[in-house]
Each structure stands twice: as structure tokens, then as C-alpha cells.
């Protein structure tokens, strides 16, 4: 009776694999030498137990608590217990968004193009499609928590064991499984690839900040979060591994449901439905500028409150911060005392440059989406007619710069809002005003290096991701696993001024400033020369 719905799945596998091989190839081995690489590297960086010992007293504060999860094993911080605290949160979501963007593209986006029609032309099951995405995926998530879990063992390091390394590779590879059953099912919901992949990261959003939210203040809470089943294995302490049973339990459910949905709804349509537009289209929608906003109307809007949370999030914890350094003496002796400066004041730049990477996301995904129009074939239409190049490419950088610069403010003053209610003697909304907008240059070089590349090399623009991500490692773990400081040179983000410690120099903003704005002038000019998809 199921068997005509599961016809040459096993084929669509082989075919997914195929066209994937260069994406597989790349993702498995890099989160995989990341993880064991990272694993190696503590052994080094903290060679005594009172090394260990100090960096766990950083370790207790809400904030960190809030970005990393709970310290579990702190009283006896080991290199394993180091691992599991510091990297694995991390490392989960990263596996969460390649399953997100990997099941969306082999689901809704070929749904979307018109693949899955011509494929279900063909003696194809109904089912075939989207169970051999998860076929794909599973055997991914599986090949990817073995390799990890017996490469971290292989290390030899005395804390990480072969119980707990296996552990930490099964939470990678449940997260994995977890969400790529949550894209499968909001590949049914949504009627378009943006859609599915706006709600799934929508779950992990969300996700993380309950947990977040649950791990400073109601550890119950916590546990409505499938990022918080994860850090509860309590990896190379207690080593649980009924939370990965649970997660793998809730995937299996989504599985069903997503499969189920699939078997009702028609080809190309979904169940969020949406609504049908005027007849005419407003003075503001007859300009280029006009339809990005209207394109991205709900991600801009999504975005805005998922930063003002992010902000808020933050700055709830800043009062429990401030009785926590001012009790606890090893924590006072490791952020040496500036004259004039409270210890917070010396913590606020670590969580500014957090806020302004997170905040250069949607403004490159504003830019991005000019690329996705073209690969669309969208473009085409509106080069076709009286709307020039420059026009085109300038209306998606405005949007990019200025609901950019918009997210990082609205994080601002969520986060000075959330202070303000929990702090005795909050600190000043020019000092987090200043400390969060001098990013704004490093920012605008990320979304330089985007139109640099849609300019000259639009196969090559998912190189900012990357990029990106680089920043993120060397400068928010650059100090943690005491990276050379050239590493964090290389990227924007490492020039800025760590205010309000350090005192704004005019040259660095000066410089990114005018490499920004030569990266704009060539993408422009590149534009203009080159020719468009479609």
C-alpha cells in the first residue's frame, strides 16, 4: 500500500548525493576538523588546573551563561568539560543551519523551479522527493556525529573519553536530524524556499533565546528549547543520553507530520497561504527601491523584533552581572581594574561586537537577495525595461545599509531598555549608543565585500557567509583560544576600538570607511559590465 509513495527514493538518494557532493564535501569535514581541532587546542591553552580554574570563574556570569549555556563541571573544569561548555552550543547551531539550507534546497526551492514537477512526470512516488532528502541528511548527520565522536576521542586527551566524545558527536547529530525534520515541515507550510527557511530559522531563534533566557533565570523554561535537550547530555560530566532520545523521538514525530502533509496538499501550493495582492500597485511599489522593502517586508520585520530581544536578552542579565563581579575576587583580579571604569564597562565591548556580527546577518541577507532575484530570473524583468542597473543594485544596498544600521539600533536599545530595569546604577545610553554604533563601518565593509562580488563574481557571493563566520570564530573565541592577533586583524570587525575602554580612533573608522565605499564603487561598476542571469 506505501510502497507506490516510496517509488526510486533510493534513486532521488543517489541523485541528491551527486548533485550535493561539493556542498557535502565541504560542510562534513569542516565542522568536523573545527570541533576536533578546537578540542586539541585547550589542552595547550590551559596546560594547569588553576588555568582551568580561572577561566570556569568567567564562566559562572549570566552573560555568559545566557550565550553559551550552563557551566556544567566548573567546580572541576576539565579539557573535556572546557569542550562541552564553550564550543558544543555553537557547533549545534552551525549543524542546525546546514540542515536548514541543504532540506530546503532539495524540498521547497525544487518544488519552487519547477524540478519536482518534471521528476514526478516519471514512474516517481509521491514521497520519493522529500524522504530521500531525509534519507540524505540523516545518513549526514550520522556520518558527521561518528566522525566526530571517534576523531575527539582519538585526541587521547584523559577528560574526553570515549562515552563522552560519542555523546558529543550524538547531540551534534541530533540537532541535525531535529531540524532538518522542522525544514521539511515548514517546506510544507510555506508556499516558497524564503518562507521555509525564514520560519525554521525563526525555531532556531527562538529556541536559543529560551534557552538563553531559561539558563539565566528558570532552568525549567529551558527545557521547552531543543537547544537546551542538548546541553543537558551534560557532555563529559554526567553524560546523559536520554536527551538525545527525546530529540531524536520529537524529529521522528515532525518526520511523520511533514510526510503526511506532503500526501495532501497539491504540487506548488503550501498551508500558509498568501494573501492575494491589489490590482494596482501603490506610487511606492513602482520604483526599485520600493519593491526590496516590499520583497523583504517580513524578514525586515521579523528581524527587527528577533534584535530587539537579542538586545533585551543581554541586557536583562546586566544586573545579576554586576553583584556577580562584585562578588567574586578571582573574577575582579582576571578584567584588571581601568581607572573610571566599572568591570562592566570593561565587559560591554565583548557583547557589542557579538550584537554588531549578528546584526550584519540581515543586512547582507538584504543585500544578498538581489543575487536570489537573478537567479530567479526575476531581474530580467526590470533591466528589460526603463530601470537602470545602478538603480537596480542601489535600491538593495540602501535597504541593506539602512535596515542594517536599524537592527543594530533596535539591539541597542533593547539591550539599554532591559539594563535599565535590572540595574541600581544602569549604565548610560550614550556609552552603549557609542560602544555599538562604531561597528557600523565594519558592518558596511561586509555589505561592500557582498556587492563587490554580485558585482564581479555572483557564483562566489555565498563567500561573505563564510567570511562572516570567519569573524565571528577569531574575534568572539579569538581571545578565549588565544588565537595570533593577526588572525583577528584580518577581519573588520578586529579594527574596531574596544570602547568604552579603549578611545575611538578616527583613522581605523576612517580607513574601513573608504574600503567599504571602494568595494560599493566596483561592485556598481562591475554590475553595470557584466551580464545578467536569465
Aim: hydrophobic share 55%; aromatic share 12%; glycine share 8%.
Amino acid at each position: 500500500m506505501w510502497k507506490p509513495l516510496y517509488n526510486h527514493t533510493g534513486s532521488l538518494s543517489r541523485f541528491i548525493v551527486r548533485s550535493d557532493r561539493i556542498r557535502l564535501s565541504i560542510w562534513l569535514p569542516a565542522i568536523s576538523l573545527i570541533t576536533i581541532i578546537t578540542a586539541s587546542s585547550f589542552t595547550g591553552l590551559y596546560q594547569s588546573e588553576q588555568e582551568r580554574q580561572a577561566i570556569a570563574e568567567t564562566m559562572r556570569n549570566p552573560a555568559m551563561t545566557a550565550m553559551v549555556g550552563p557551566g556544567y563541571g566548573l567546580d572541576n573544569y576539565t579539557a573535556g568539560a572546557m569542550m562541552a561548555h564553550q564550543m558544543l552550543l555553537f557547533t549545534a547551531i552551525t549543524v542546525a543551519i546546514m540542515n536548514i539550507l541543504l532540506v530546503t534546497r532539495h524540498t521547497r526551492a525544487d518544488e519552487e523551479e519547477g524540478r519536482i514537477e518534471l521528476i514526478r512526470s516519471l514512474p516517481v512516488g509521491r514521497l520519493a522527493n522529500v524522504s530521500s532528502s531525509m534519507i540524505v541528511m540523516c545518513i549526514m548527520n550520522i556520518l558527521l556525529a561518528i566522525i566526530v565522536g571517534f576523531g575527539l576521542f582519538a585526541l587521547q586527551i584523559e577528560s574526553i573519553d570515549l562515552q563522552g566524545s560519542l555523546l558529543y558527536g550524538a547531540a551534534l547529530g541530533a540537532t541535525g536530524i531535529f531540524f532538518m525534520s522542522v525544514t521539511a515541515l515548514f517546506a510544507q507550510a510555506s508556499e516558497n524556499s524564503r518562507g521555509a527557511i525564514g520560519y525554521s530559522f525563526t525555531v532556531l531563534g527562538v529556541s536559543y533565546l529560551i534557552r538563553a533566557v531559561g539558563d539565566v533565570s528558570n532552568e525549567t523554561l529551558s527545557w521547552f528549547s531543543p537547544l537546551g535537550w542538548i546541553l543537558g547530555t551534560e557532555v563529559y560530566v554526567n553524560n546523559y543520553w536520554w536527551p538525545i532520545v527525546l530529540t531524536m523521538v520529537a524529529a521522528f514525530i515532525l518526520m511523520i507530520v511533514a510526510l503526511y502533509l506532503n500526501t495532501i496538499r497539491d504540487l506548488g501550493a503550501g498551508f500558509f497561504t498568501a494573501k492575494p495582492g491589489k490590482i494596482h500597485a501603490s506610487r511606492f511599489l513602482k520604483n526599485p527601491f520600493g519593491l526590496a522593502i516590499r520583497l523583504q517586508r517580513t524578514a525586515i520585520i521579523a528581524w527587527a523584533i528577533g534584535m530587539f530581544i537579542l538586545g533585551a536578552s543581554y541586557g536583562s542579565v546586566f544586573g545579576d552581572l554586576e553583584s556577580f563581579f562584585a562578588s567574586n575576587e578571582m573574577l575582579a583580579e582576571f578584567l584588571t581594574p581601568v581607572e573610571g571604569l566599572s568591570l562592566i564597562d570593561q565587559f560591554l565591548p565583548m557583547l557589542m561586537s557579538v550584537i554588531a556580527m549578528l546584526c550584519t546577518v540581515p543586512a547582507l541577507l538584504f543585500m544578498i537577495k538581489l543575487r536570489s532575484e537573478e537567479k530567479k530570473n526575476m531581474t530580467e524583468h526590470l533591466v528589460a525595461r526603463a530601470v537602470s542597473r545602478t538603480k537596480l543594485i542601489g535600491s538593495y544596498f540602501l535597504v541593506s545599509i539602512i535596515f542594517g544600521t536599524f537592527m543594530l539600533l533596535l539591539s541597542l536599545v533593547g539591550l539599554w531598555f532591559a539594563a535599565e530595569s535590572v540595574m541600581e546604577s544602569a549604565i548610560s545610553f550614550s556609552t552603549i549608543f557609542n560602544a555599538g554604533l562604531i561597528y557600523l563601518p565594519a558592518i558596511w565593509l561586509m555589505i561592500g565585500v557582498a556587492v563587490f562580488l554580485i558585482g564581479y563574481f555572483p557564483q562566489l557571493t555565498s563567500i561573505t557567509w563564510l567570511y562572516l563566520g570567519y569573524s565571528f570564530f577569531v574575534v568572539y573565541l579569538g581571545g578565549l583560544l588565544q588565537f595570533p592577533e593577526w588572525m583577528g586583524k584580518l577581519s573588520p570587525f578586529g579594527h574596531i576600538p574596544q570602547y568604552p575602554i579603549e578611545e575611538v580612533g578616527i583613522l581605523n573608522i576612517f580607513i574601513l570607511t573608504s574600503i567599504a565605499v571602494i568595494f560599493v564603487f566596483l561592485g556598481f561598476w562591475g554590475y553595470n559590465k557584466r551580464d545578467i542571469e536569465g
